[in-house]
């Protein structure tokens, strides 16, 4: 594919120093390659970090669905940045469509880096000692190959449905010039979900949680998220019962939680990737000066409890009533210098609340405590709900979805998944994008013109 023709060189770049000094009685100081990148374990190292590094793409998704979604509305500052976006009048090409069609090349670069690292991984000399660390990188990138792979399927192919031909085109050797065509979904998902079954059984037990890779517990957070959108709801609460029984990452309330987001805690984060000084994710939305690009739609706004931390932990005032995206406005390292917080508990609730509801003996009782657990831990003086159908209570967990992963790359693809349509307020967008009814050909994005020219296999979207 024409996006992945430099992926070897940056990958190779990203082991430069680590392994240059090793080979210069080898080879001639100048000519460096993919055999002399890859000598040992701590190459290896180098180029799984580069991995994380490249998964910043998901940033794509977290600014795109906030877009075409009703979380969001064109901010006081805004100069045309996701203007048409928001409009809904994207296509396929890069002026018009850069927002939406952005994630395409983003994942599947992260993809070929996973897979020029998986290629070497086997080959290079590890001691004894070693053996335990060479298996959890291998895991790790199996992780991060599979995610990528279900982030492609869930923006660029229609809802689940195994037989579909059009799902994305599974990679899993680092081929530069390949011109692979579309699997079926069902394929992509076979091969998402068998990348991490065997990422999590690589991964040794004796590993100790963190949330900066992929580890065992995240793994099977991904597991659940992704049975959730196949419509898998008995695999569903069973990974989201795993998460949360491991208890690494608790939910908490109050300024605890606050703290989340100007990275004074990483408590509820269960993988994020970390910015020292990059506004990446800040700056999406209000620049460094403080302009608003981006803003809180009053759908969202007005949706809070004045007691509910999320109010202020998500949405700023700038002293005048307009309102600005908090959850990556700044932290101690500086403005808009905020972690992208991927994967948190609070999704695992909602996901084992949902699917509870779901499946084919609902269990409403659980459902019910999971929302209700939920809530307490955000809304001052709350009251435990109950619901007197599984149809109220899953149109309360679809709330509380809106409400708690807010700008957090879910609202648009919920939306998708449930045959809902956007609907935003008048106060949001004008009357003529208010509305992208369900089922529109727009809740698939087109397959990038680039991919398209360069790849006579590729199929473009319909409507596109």
Request: charged fraction near 20%; charge should be negative.
């Given at each position: 594919?024409?996006?992945?023709?430099?992926?070897?060189?940056?990958?190779?770049?990203?082991?430069?120093?680590?392994?240059?000094?090793?080979?210069?009685?080898?080879?001639?100081?100048?000519?460096?390659?993919?055999?002399?990148?890859?000598?040992?374990?701590?190459?290896?190292?180098?180029?799984?970090?580069?991995?994380?590094?490249?998964?910043?793409?998901?940033?794509?998704?977290?600014?795109?669905?906030?877009?075409?979604?009703?979380?969001?509305?064109?901010?006081?500052?805004?100069?045309?940045?996701?203007?048409?976006?928001?409009?809904?009048?994207?296509?396929?090409?890069?002026?018009?469509?850069?927002?939406?069609?952005?994630?395409?090349?983003?994942?599947?670069?992260?993809?070929?880096?996973?897979?020029?690292?998986?290629?070497?991984?086997?080959?290079?000399?590890?001691?004894?000692?070693?053996?335990?660390?060479k298996d959890e990188l291998k895991g790790q990138l199996l992780a991060l190959r599979a995610?990528?792979?279900?982030?492609?399927?869930?923006?660029?192919?229609?809802?689940?449905?195994?037989?579909?031909?059009?799902?994305?085109?599974?990679?899993?050797?680092?081929?530069?010039?390949?011109?692979?065509?579309?699997?079926?979904?069902?394929?992509?998902?076979?091969?998402?979900?068998?990348?991490?079954?065997?990422?999590?059984?690589?991964?040794?037990?004796?590993?100790?949680?963190?949330?900066?890779?992929?580890?065992?517990?995240?793994?099977?957070?991904?597991?659940?998220?992704?049975?959730?959108?196949?419509?898998?709801?008995?695999?569903?609460?069973?990974?989201?019962?795993?998460?949360?029984?491991?208890?690494?990452?608790?939910?908490?309330?109050?300024?605890?939680?606050?703290?989340?987001?100007?990275?004074?805690?990483?408590?509820?984060?269960?993988?994020?990737?970390?910015?020292?000084?990059?506004?990446?994710?800040?700056?999406?939305?209000?620049t460094t000066g403080g302009d608003i690009y981006i803003a809180p739609s009053d759908k969202?706004?007005?949706?809070?409890?004045?007691?509910?931390?999320?109010?202020?932990?998500?949405?700023?005032?700038?002293?005048?009533?307009?309102?600005?995206?908090?959850?990556?406005?700044?932290?101690?390292?500086?403005?808009?210098?905020?972690?992208?917080?991927?994967?948190?508990?609070?999704?695992?609730?909602?996901?084992?609340?949902?699917?509870?509801?779901?499946?084919?003996?609902?269990?409403?009782?659980?459902?019910?405590?999971?929302?209700?657990?939920?809530?307490?831990?955000?809304?001052?003086?709350?009251?435990?709900?109950?619901?007197?159908?599984?149809?109220?209570?899953?149109?309360?967990?679809?709330?509380?979805?809106?409400?708690?992963?807010?700008?957090?790359?879910?609202?648009?693809?919920?939306?998708?998944?449930?045959?809902?349509?956007?609907?935003?307020?008048?106060?949001?967008?004008?009357?003529?994008?208010?509305?992208?009814?369900?089922?529109?050909?727009?809740?698939?994005?087109?397959?990038?013109?680039?991919?398209?020219?360069?790849?006579?296999?590729?199929?473009?979207?319909?409507?596109?």
């Amino acid at each position: 594919m024409k996006h992945t023709k430099t992926i070897l060189m940056l990958a190779v770049a990203a082991v430069l120093f680590s392994s240059c000094k090793k080979d210069l009685n080898q080879q001639p100081t100048d000519t460096f390659n993919e055999n002399n990148a890859f000598l040992n374990l701590n190459d290896i190292q180098l180029a799984t970090n580069e991995a994380y590094v490249r998964y910043g793409a998901y940033a794509n998704d977290m600014y795109t669905s906030a877009l075409v979604s009703d979380e969001a509305k064109i901010g006081l500052n805004n100069g045309g940045q996701g203007a048409l976006t928001y409009r809904f009048q994207y296509n396929s090409d890069a002026t018009s469509g850069g927002d939406v069609v952005g994630a395409w090349g983003a994942y599947y670069t992260v993809i070929s880096q996973c897979n020029t690292v998986l290629g070497k991984i086997d080959n290079v000399t590890i001691a004894a000692s070693e053996v335990e660390r060479k298996d959890e990188l291998k895991g790790q990138l199996l992780a991060l190959r599979a995610i990528c792979h279900f982030g492609l399927l869930q923006s660029y192919s229609n809802n689940y449905n195994a037989a579909d031909p059009l799902g994305v085109p599974v990679v899993l050797i680092a081929y530069p010039t390949a011109k692979p065509a579309r699997n079926s979904m069902g394929e992509v998902m076979a091969q998402i979900e068998a990348d991490l079954t065997t990422a999590k059984s690589l991964i040794p037990n004796t590993v100790s949680f963190t949330d900066t890779v992929m580890n065992k517990v995240n793994i099977a957070a991904y597991q659940a998220r992704i049975a959730l959108y196949k419509g898998d709801y008995d695999a569903a609460v069973t990974y989201s019962s795993e998460v949360i029984a491991a208890n690494e990452k608790p939910l908490v309330s109050g300024s605890q939680f606050a703290a989340i987001w100007t990275d004074d805690t990483d408590d509820e984060v269960l993988f994020r990737i970390r910015y020292e000084t990059s506004t990446g994710i800040g700056s999406l939305w209000t620049t460094t000066g403080g302009d608003i690009y981006i803003a809180p739609s009053d759908k969202l706004f007005n949706s809070y409890d004045v007691d509910d931390v999320r109010l202020s932990a998500y949405i700023g005032d700038d002293g005048s009533g307009n309102h600005y995206v908090n959850k990556f406005f700044e932290s101690g390292r500086g403005g808009r210098i905020v972690d992208m917080k991927a994967c948190r508990i609070s999704e695992m609730y909602l996901i084992r609340a949902e699917a509870n509801a779901r499946k084919a003996s609902p269990d409403l009782t659980s459902a019910t405590n999971d929302l209700n657990e939920l809530r307490t831990n955000r809304i001052d003086f709350y009251t435990p709900a109950s619901f007197g159908s599984a149809s109220a209570l899953i149109d309360a967990i679809m709330e509380e979805r809106f409400k708690e992963l807010a700008f957090e790359g879910f609202r648009f693809f919920d939306l998708k998944r449930n045959n809902l349509s956007v609907q935003r307020l008048s106060t949001d967008a004008s009357a003529a994008w208010q509305t992208l009814d369900a089922g529109n050909f727009r809740f698939v994005f087109p397959i990038p013109n680039d991919e398209l020219l360069a790849n006579p296999a590729m199929v473009q979207n319909l409507g596109y």
